[in-house]
């Protein structure tokens, strides 16, 4: 069983970042495939980011490319997902997620969840 627990969520005026955190409670997450999801109300879950074991392969969602970076701490057991020029539309519940695959992009690729962070962003 692995445990996550995100951090960093708030409010941020457009334009403005977050860096948002993970911590998994078992070493052996340094191990999994992480990944970064986000929900907005009467949406459904949207792929973010994803980062592999060792941290040095990483993927995004198009319309977060070239303002998001997730990077990982395994000493730490942390994940981290940076976020810049946030806009409005997302606004959402973001959640960390660990899958024993190698690639995961999907939501039923994961296995474990973290209960979210929630993120507003002002216009």
């Known amino acids: 069983q692995v445990q996550l627990v995100e951090s960093g969520g708030g409010l941020v005026q457009a334009g403005g970042s977050l860096r948002l955190s993970c911590a998994a409670s078992?070493?052996?997450?340094?191990?999994?495939?992480m990944g970064w999801f986000r929900q907005a109300p009467g949406k459904e879950r949207e792929f973010v980011a994803t980062i592999n074991w060792s941290g040095d392969s990483t993927s995004y969602a198009d319309s977060v490319k070239c303002r998001f970076t997730t990077s990982r701490d395994s000493a730490k057991n942390t994940v981290y997902l940076q976020m810049n020029n946030l806009k409005p539309e997302e606004t959402a519940v973001y959640l960390c997620?660990?899958?024993?695959?190698?690639?995961?992009?999907?939501?039923?690729?994961?296995?474990?969840w973290g209960q979210g962070t929630q993120v507003t962003v002002s216009s």
């Open positions: 078992r070493r052996a997450a340094s191990t999994y495939t």
């Open positions: 997620a660990a899958s024993p695959l190698r690639v995961a992009v999907k939501s039923n690729e994961y296995a474990y």
